[in-house]
Nanobody, 127 residues
Framework: QVQLVESGGGLVQTGDSLRLSCAVSGRTINTLAMAWFRQAPGKERDFVAA????????YDTNSAKGRFTISRDRGKNMLYLQMNSLKPEDTAVYYC????????????????????WGQGTQVTVAS
């Protein structure tokens, strides 16, 4: 059983940075495709960024590309999301997710691809 625990969220000002962390237990991340999604109040859960077991990455063009960086530490079994130049519209609960499968890139953008989810961490960006 894979378990995920996110941390690192908080209240920040516009333009600030945050690094979210996701501790993975139950399986080595070397074999997992992993992703970050976010969900704002009253909205659907949206794709932010993903990293394949091969290390290849994918980002949502509108929200993340150029500002966010997804990374992993295989020695620590951790997933990260570095978020820079934060905007009020980035306010959401951020979730990490993993799949034991080997999805194609476009499948990484879909929440239903992922079997395991963390509980989420709140990010609030004040204007």
């Amino acid at each position: 059983q894979v378990q995920l625990v996110e941390s690192g969220g908080g209240l920040v000002q516009t333009g600030d940075s945050l690094r979210l962390s996701c501790a993975v237990s139950g399986r080595t991340i070397n074999t997992l495709a992993m992703a970050w999604f976010r969900q704002a109040p009253g909205k659907e859960r949206d794709f932010v960024a993903a990293i394949k077991s091969s290390g290849g990455t994918s980002y949502d063009t509108n929200s993340a590309k150029g500002r966010f960086t997804i990374s992993r530490d295989r020695g620590k079994n951790m997933l990260y999301l570095q978020m820079n130049s934060l905007k009020p519209e980035d306010t959401a609960v951020y979730y990490c997710a993993v799949t034991t499968g080997s999805p194609i890139t476009s499948s990484l953008w879909v929440a239903s691809t992922f079997e395991y989810w963390g509980q989420g961490t709140q990010v609030t960006v004040a204007s």
